[in-house]
């Protein structure tokens, strides 16, 4: 629960923290956002939009799961300047699934990894400079095989 300033704090441990916000202005869940567009090849009968897996998840930080090959474009509120998430290539798809992470502020490209069952995850920490993040999720060595990116706690930081 939330404690208003100057109120007594409950005696609680640590392992029943979740998560501390000090300023929620501040922060923005991607899975809060809806995808301004998402596009896939031609040749997919179906294009999964992104969607919270956890929706009561603390502070709204659900994790999201895109299914590729697909890209997926936020509109980016003003003032978000960083993009987090922690990548991972889900234990379910490691055996056939391959793909590169690429992650855009407007059309630059900010971050990208390979997931793989070697390297199954990666950590995003990027900045943010213009009006439109895009994530693409492309094949990698063995096709569009389990290539689904669960991105964990994804979210958008805003600037003072």
């Not at 409950?10 to 392992?15: E, I, K, N, Q």
């Not at 923005?28 to 995808?35: D, E, G, H, M, Y």
């Not at 956890?54 to 474009?73: F, H, K």
């Not at 213009?130 to 095989?145: D, K, N, Q, S, V």
Request: with cysteine; charged share 25%.
């Amino acid at each position: 629960g939330a404690l208003a300033n100057g109120t007594q704090a409950p005696r609680v441990s640590m392992d029943e923290i979740a998560a501390i916000l000090f300023d929620r202005q501040r922060l923005l869940p991607l899975a809060s956002q809806a995808p301004a567009r998402v596009d896939g090849p031609s040749t997919r009968y179906t294009l999964p939009r992104p969607a919270p897996l956890q929706p009561d998840a603390p502070l709204g930080l659900s994790s999201m799961e895109l299914s590729g090959p697909i890209t997926v474009r936020y509109a980016l509120p003003a003032g978000c300047e960083r993009f987090l998430a922690e990548a991972e290539l889900p234990r379910e798809a490691r055996q056939w699934g391959d793909c590169e992470l690429i992650v855009r502020s407007d059309d630059e490209e900010v971050f990208r990894a390979k997931l793989t069952a070697a390297t199954p995850t990666a950590s995003i920490n990027v900045p943010l400079k213009g009006r439109e993040l895009t994530i693409e999720i492309a094949a990698g060595a063995h096709g569009p095989i389990q290539d689904v990116v669960r991105l964990h706690r994804p979210l958008l930081l805003k600037g003072k």
